[in-house]
Structure formats: structure tokens, C-alpha cells
């Protein structure tokens, strides 16, 4: 019997322990709240208290039905602009607030990581700059940025060459054709060309792929891996019970295509070592995979880098030209006056400096991703304790407490199509207002902060070029889907049924 009481007093010391860290949390909690001005935030979105499960209903309804966006939307317009949701045991704050925003991605960037979201990419992308935090991503940053210098990401000869095998697939008869399909391959085939100085010539092959063909296979791993991610994300916690054969047989074939070049570029320095010592002079022309190489020999790291920034910018480049001509191809005064401009080239190929000094292209690549951003929603993940300054209170005008564990969520999209920030015509398609436009952290096509894209010169001279050729290539553009835009929504946002348009030659 002597027993009980001991169990009793260490009982009742671990449950005093642990009543007293509450204690101290709650008390360190409050004062932080009162110090920082904070109040409650009093929209909601779920209803069910403890799992949120109501929430989740709708969401899945709304991918189904392929109204994420617009839903929303709406909710932001119900609920206020900051509101808070619970995904099971996620507890989650949005915003579409731009001070928010820029607090949670710039200010106080160091009160944040990506979180959980990046279990599911790191089978795919390992810890390569796109799904590391911390150290390891300020590491990949400093290994990739110098890569793309202006006159490193402007190889102009390429997309031309590129570009010449796309053309080869529009009708000049006025036959429908889907040009998003088109991007997609033009895309990859620019992005591996640029990253791993071997092209997967996917427009080469357009409705005669050799199913044994490694770049085929190779693209078509991608795309599963890719998609795979999605489902990943879906069943979070429970995806290790999913039998995925097809998913990680996909993932090997990505790495081990992509190994090779990188044995390639490693040999091809042992070499220019060598070289170096006997007195030799270097290749000009510039290789991606190669000054990666200089700095790092970690066979391992290279890929992963490669493959993320494969990632990062081959869906994302495409979606934007898919989106912008869904718009221009049902309006043929904008075509007509991206003609005008482009006409000033005198129907030569342009220079970087030319691609950069035609504003109504600018204007209409900057409003297609005002209307439709490729990256959406983005969310971070709060590590310790910290503060948003907008959200609080009835009227959401004060600080809002950010509990450490809180998932806060951002929406581009929600942002970008603020009548109060952007006027009553937010929804429509308007190049125009860009002659005045000036917007800050209210317009986030690419991000900001120390994690802004490092692709978007790149991204922006693959879809100019792209536009100018084709506009110089042909003289009308007409959209043959009679239906309104309707979101595709997996990593990036393009449309779901594409861009059909028939094309009348210049
Ligand atoms: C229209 C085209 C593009 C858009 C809208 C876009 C958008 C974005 C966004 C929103 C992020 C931030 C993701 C996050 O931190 O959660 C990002 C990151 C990134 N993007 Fe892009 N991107 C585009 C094209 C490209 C291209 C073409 C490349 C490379 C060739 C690229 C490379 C990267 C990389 C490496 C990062 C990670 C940066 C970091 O975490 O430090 N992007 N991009
Ligand atoms: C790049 O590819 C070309 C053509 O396949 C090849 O001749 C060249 O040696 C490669 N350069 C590097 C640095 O890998
Ligand atoms: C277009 O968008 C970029 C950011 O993506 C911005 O820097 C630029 O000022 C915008 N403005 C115009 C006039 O195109
Ligand atoms: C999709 O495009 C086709 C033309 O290829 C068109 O007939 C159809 O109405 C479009 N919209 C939908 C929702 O299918």
C-alpha cells in the first residue's frame, strides 16, 4: 500500500508541471497580445469547432466543381478580409489584407516557415530551394540566384528555335487548335534546354511520340509526379497508407533521367579542370547545369535544384500565356493593338531590349496575371508567436495574434480582384488600366520578400517573345470556346478546357 501515495505525488507533480507551463504560456500569451495592441478576430468559416469537417465539405465540393476561386472569393466578401478556418487539426488564418501579406513575406519573415506542406513535395524535390526553409533554402538561394542574371535567362536563339517547331503545329487554315497544350510542351522544352542543356523536344513529336523515347517518358513522369503532389497534399497525414507504385516508379525515372546530364556537366568539369592546369581557354556560351556544378559536386543536390526550378517554372510560364490568350483571342481590339505595337519591329525577331520596351505587351501580361495569378493562394506556417497588423477587432483594423502552429493563408487571387483597391471593373480584363496602375504589395503575381521568384525575368521574356512571334505570325486570333474561363486549379492555375482559338496567318 505504500505504493499509492507515491503514485499520487508524482502524478500530481506532472499534471502541477504541466498546469504551470499552461500558466506561464497563457500569461506570456496575454501579455504579448495586450503589448502589440491585438484583438480577436471574429469571422469564421467553419462551423464545426473541432475538426472543421464542414469546411472540408465545401472545399472538396468547390474543386470538384471547379469554383475554388470565385467561392473564395465570395467568402473573403462574407467573412471579412482576415478570418480564421481549421482543416482537422490545422488551425488556419486567411487574409487577403496586402499589409498582412507584406508582414507575413517580408517584415517578419523569420516568424514563418512553409510547415507540413512540404512532406508531400519532398519525395519529388527533395530539399532543393523551392521546398526548403531555414539555412538550407538561404543556401540554395545564394547557389542559384547568379544563375539567372539578365543576360544568362535572354538566350533569345533558343526560343526562336523552340518557337519555329510550335508553329509548325498552328493550323493556317483557320482549324481549331488548343494553344495551351502547345505552351505546356513549349514550356518544357525551353526549361530543360535552359537548365540541363538538353531539350525534351516534346513539340518534335506532337501526335508521333515514340512511347520508348526517354525524353517522352521522361515528360510524362513529370507530369504524374507533379500531379501526384496534389493528391500527396490531399491525403496529408494518411497518404503513407496510399499504395502509390506508379507515383514513386514515376519519380525514379525523373531523377535518374536527370542524374545523367548532371554526371555529364560534373565530368565535363573534371575536364575544364584539367584544362585550366594545361593553359586552355573556356567555352564562352553559358550552361546552367555547369556553373551549378562549379560551385557544388554533390550529385544529389544538383538534381534536386534542377528538378525544383524545373518545377518552379515550366507550369507556371505556360499557364500565364494560356490565360492571356483565353482573354485576347475573345477580344480582337486587343489583338489588334498588341499588332500595332509589335509592328514597330518591322516583322524582324526582337532584341531583349526591344521585348522590353513594347508596354502594351507588358500591360497585357501584367493584367493577365492580375486577373488570373498562376500561384493563387499561398500559405506559411507561424514558428513562433507572432503578429499580423490587420484582422483584429470588429471592423478587422487591429493587430491580430498569430498563435505559433497557425497556418496563415494568403490569396493573390482574392487580392488582385479588390474593387476597392483595383475599381468596380476589378473582374474584367483591362490592359488599359495598367497606364496609370502602380500597385505595391497589393499585386503579388510572383511573390515577395527574400523568397520572391527568382524566374521572373526568365518567365517574362519566355512569354513575351512567345506573343510577339505569334502576333507577328498571324494577323487575327479568334477564340472558338463560346463558354467563360473555368479554373483549372492543381499547382498552378491555367484552364480547364483550354485555349481553343482558330488562327488566320499574317
Ligand atoms: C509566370 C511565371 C511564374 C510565376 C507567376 C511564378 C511565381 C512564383 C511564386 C508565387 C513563387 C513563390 C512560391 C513560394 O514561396 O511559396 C515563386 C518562386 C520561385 N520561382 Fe517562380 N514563377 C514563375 C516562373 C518561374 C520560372 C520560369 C522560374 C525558373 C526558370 C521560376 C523559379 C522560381 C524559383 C526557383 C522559386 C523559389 C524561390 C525561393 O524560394 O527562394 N519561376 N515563383
Ligand atoms: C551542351 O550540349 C551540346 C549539344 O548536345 C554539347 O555539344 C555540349 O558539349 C554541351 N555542353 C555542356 C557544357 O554540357
Ligand atoms: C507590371 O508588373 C510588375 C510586377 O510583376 C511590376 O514591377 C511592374 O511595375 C508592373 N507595371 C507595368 C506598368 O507593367
Ligand atoms: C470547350 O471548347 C470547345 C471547343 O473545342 C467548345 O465547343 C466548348 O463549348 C468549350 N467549353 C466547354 C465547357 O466544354
Not at 78 to 83: D, K, S, V
Not at 120 to 148: C, K, M, Q, V, Y
Not at 304 to 315: F, W
Not at 399 to 425: C, E, I, N, Q
Request: hydrophobic fraction near 35%; include cysteine; proline fraction near 5%.
Amino acid at each position: 500500500m505504500a505504493q499509492s501515495p507515491l503514485i499520487f505525488i508524482l502524478a500530481g507533480a506532472f499534471f502541477s508541471y504541466i498546469l504551470y507551463t499552461r500558466i506561464t504560456l497563457y500569461l506570456a500569451r496575454r501579455r504579448f497580445i495586450k503589448e502589440n495592441g491585438c484583438q480577436p478576430c471574429l469571422g469564421r468559416f467553419h462551423k464545426d469547432p473541432i475538426l472543421g469537417l464542414d469546411a472540408l465539405k465545401t472545399m472538396n465540393y468547390n474543386s470538384k466543381h471547379h469554383i475554388v476561386l470565385q467561392e473564395n472569393k465570395k467568402r473573403f466578401e462574407r467573412l471579412g478580409r482576415t478570418f480564421h478556418n481549421r482543416m482537422v487539426t490545422m488551425p488556419i488564418i486567411a487574409t487577403c489584407e496586402p499589409e498582412n501579406v507584406k508582414t507575413i513575406l517580408s517584415l517578419k519573415f523569420k516568424d514563418y516557415s512553409f510547415g507540413n506542406r512540404q512532406k508531400a513535395f519532398t519525395p519529388l524535390l527533395g530539399h532543393g530551394i523551392f521546398n526548403a526553409d531555414g539555412e538550407r533554402w538561404s543556401n540554395s538561394r545564394h547557389l542559384l540566384r547568379p544563375n539567372f542574371a539578365r543576360d544568362q535567362v535572354a538566350d533569345l536563339e533558343a526560343f526562336e528555335r523552340h518557337f519555329k517547331l510550335m508553329l509548325k503545329h498552328l493550323p493556317r487554315d483557320g482549324k481549331t487548335v488548343d494553344l495551351q497544350k502547345l505552351f505546356f510542351r513549349f514550356t518544357i522544352d525551353s526549361a530543360t534546354e535552359f537548365l540541363f542543356n538538353h531539350s525534351t523536344n516534346s513539340l518534335r513529336m506532337v501526335g508521333q511520340e515514340d512511347a520508348n523515347n526517354e525524353d517522352v517518358i521522361f515528360g510524362k513522369a513529370f507530369n504524374f509526379a507533379q500531379d501526384d503532389i496534389g493528391t500527396r497534399m490531399r491525403f496529408g497525414a494518411l497518404d503513407r497508407f496510399r499504395k502509390n507504385e506508379k507515383g514513386q516508379e514515376a519519380i525514379r525515372i525523373c531523377h535518374e533521367y536527370i542524374e545523367k546530364f548532371v554526371d555529364d556537366a560534373l565530368r565535363f568539369r573534371k575536364e575544364l579542370d584539367h584544362e585550366k592546369k594545361a593553359g586552355s581557354a573556356e567555352d564562352e556560351k553559358y550552361y546552367f547545369i555547369q556553373e551549378v556544378a562549379k560551385q557544388t559536386t554533390d550529385k544529389k543536390r544538383i538534381r534536386d535544384e534542377l528538378i525544383n526550378i524545373l518545377l518552379a517554372g515550366r507550369d507556371t510560364t505556360a499557364s500565364l500565356l494560356s490565360n492571356m490568350f483565353f482573354e485576347i483571342a475573345r477580344r480582337p481590339d486587343i489583338y489588334a493593338k498588341l499588332r500595332d505595337e509589335v509592328a514597330t519591329l518591322g516583322g524582324r525577331t526582337p532584341t531583349y531590349e526591344e521585348l522590353r520596351s513594347l508596354k502594351y505587351l507588358k500591360h497585357c501580361l501584367n493584367e493577365s496575371l492580375r486577373i488570373h495569378p498562376v500561384v493563387p493562394g499561398n500559405t506559411r506556417f507561424a514558428i513562433r508567436d507572432t503578429v499580423l497588423p490587420l484582422g483584429g477587432g470588429p471592423d478587422g483594423k487591429h493587430p491580430l495574434f498569430v498563435p505559433k502552429g497557425t497556418t496563415v493563408g494568403y490569396s493573390p487571387y482574392v487580392m488582385h480582384r479588390r474593387k476597392d483597391l483595383y475599381g468596380p471593373d476589378a473582374d474584367e480584363y483591362k490592359p488599359e488600366r495598367w497606364e496609370t496602375l502602380r500597385p505595391g504589395w497589393e499585386y503579388l503575381p510572383f511573390n515577395g520578400g527574400p523568397r520572391i521568384c527568382l524566374g521572373q525575368q526568365y518567365a517574362l521574356t519566355e512569354a513575351s517573345y512567345v506573343t510577339v512571334r505569334l502576333v507577328q505570325e498571324f494577323k487575327e486570333m479568334e477564340s472558338r470556346d463560346p463558354e467563360p474561363w473555368i479554373e483549372s486549379l492543381t499547382l498552378t492555375l491555367c484552364s480547364l478546357n483550354g485555349t481553343k482559338v482558330g488562327l488566320t496567318p499574317a
